[in-house]
């Protein structure tokens, strides 16, 4: 089997992974908030190998602005420096598949921190796991109530449970040695950003 070189930097986590079909080679899985440029390397290097592979797979958000940009930049280099391919997937895809893979049932919800009050949120549906709504960045309020019921699990839930006392405040982030059990489906996405809103800056008009 081709080996998989996994790069996630999206969220507040810093992860990498050397995946070989569904069995992980090697791993690291750092949750350091800032710094993930400065990290993302060295830990690449510390893998089998130095992370060399036959194609790498990166996370392209929605997250963290710069973390997406810093991990993006880092697969493409990458590849192009060993002449590999690089595909993407969603941090939404990747926390929905571990969780449904922990048992959580599905028809679920992903939610992850968004800035700005809000918060990144997409249902997913099993099996196959497939997203069931698009990609939106809600006020919480707003989230509660496009949730109806379904389990939710993601950094953005600590953020809904201040108006839900039953939500159980679910702090998980993307992790790469997790990204074996994303369906094939769902890591062809082009190595750009999806941010997930618009930007905080804008141009003059």
Same mark, same amino acid.
């Given at each position: 089997?081709?080996?998989?070189?996994?790069?996630?930097?999206?969220?507040?986590?810093?992860?990498?992974?050397?995946?070989?079909?569904?069995?992980?080679?090697?791993?690291?899985?750092?949750?350091? %908030?800032?710094?993930?440029?400065?990290?993302?390397?060295?830990?690449?290097?510390?893998?089998?190998? /130095? !992370?060399?592979?036959?194609?790498?797979?990166?996370?392209?958000?929605?997250?963290?602005?710069? &973390?997406?940009?810093?991990?993006? @930049?880092?697969?493409? !280099?990458?590849? #192009? %420096?060993?002449?590999?391919?690089?595909? !993407?997937?969603?941090?939404?895809?990747?926390?929905? *598949?571990?969780?449904? *893979?922990? /048992?959580?049932?599905?028809?679920?919800?992903?939610?992850?921190? /968004? %800035?700005?009050?809000?918060?990144?949120?997409?249902? +997913? @549906?099993? +099996?196959?796991?497939?997203?069931?709504?698009?990609?939106?960045?809600?006020?919480?309020?707003?989230?509660? @109530?496009?949730? $109806? $019921?379904?389990?939710?699990? &993601?950094?953005?839930?600590?953020?809904?449970?201040?108006?839900?006392?039953?939500?159980?405040?679910? $702090?998980?982030?993307?992790?790469?040695?997790?990204?074996?059990? #994303?369906? *094939?489906?769902?890591?062809?996405?082009?190595?750009?950003?999806?941010? %997930?809103?618009?930007?905080?800056?804008?141009?003059?008009?």
């Amino acid at each position: 089997m081709p080996r998989t070189l996994v790069i996630d930097t999206a969220t507040a986590a810093c992860s990498v992974a050397l995946i070989d079909g569904d069995h992980v080679i090697a791993a690291c899985h750092e949750v350091v %908030g800032r710094g993930h440029a400065e990290r993302l390397v060295p830990m690449i290097a510390e893998l089998p190998d /130095g !992370g060399r592979a036959d194609d790498i797979l990166v996370d392209v958000g929605p997250g963290s602005f710069t &973390g997406i940009r810093v991990g993006i @930049a880092a697969a493409r !280099g990458l590849a #192009l %420096g060993w002449r590999i391919p690089v595909r !993407g997937y969603s941090s939404m895809s990747l926390i929905a *598949a571990a969780a449904v *893979a922990d /048992g959580v049932s599905a028809p679920l919800a992903v939610l992850l921190e /968004g %800035g700005h009050g809000e918060v990144f949120m997409q249902g +997913f @549906a099993a +099996f196959p796991l497939e997203p069931s709504d698009a990609l939106v960045s809600l006020r919480p309020d707003a989230a509660l @109530a496009a949730l $109806g $019921g379904r389990p939710a699990v &993601g950094s953005g839930v600590r953020w809904l449970t201040p108006l839900d006392e039953t939500l159980t405040s679910d $702090g998980a982030l993307p992790d790469a040695s997790k990204a074996h059990l #994303l369906p *094939a489906g769902l890591t062809s996405l082009p190595p750009r950003p999806l941010y %997930g809103r618009a930007p905080d800056a804008k141009l003059p008009a």
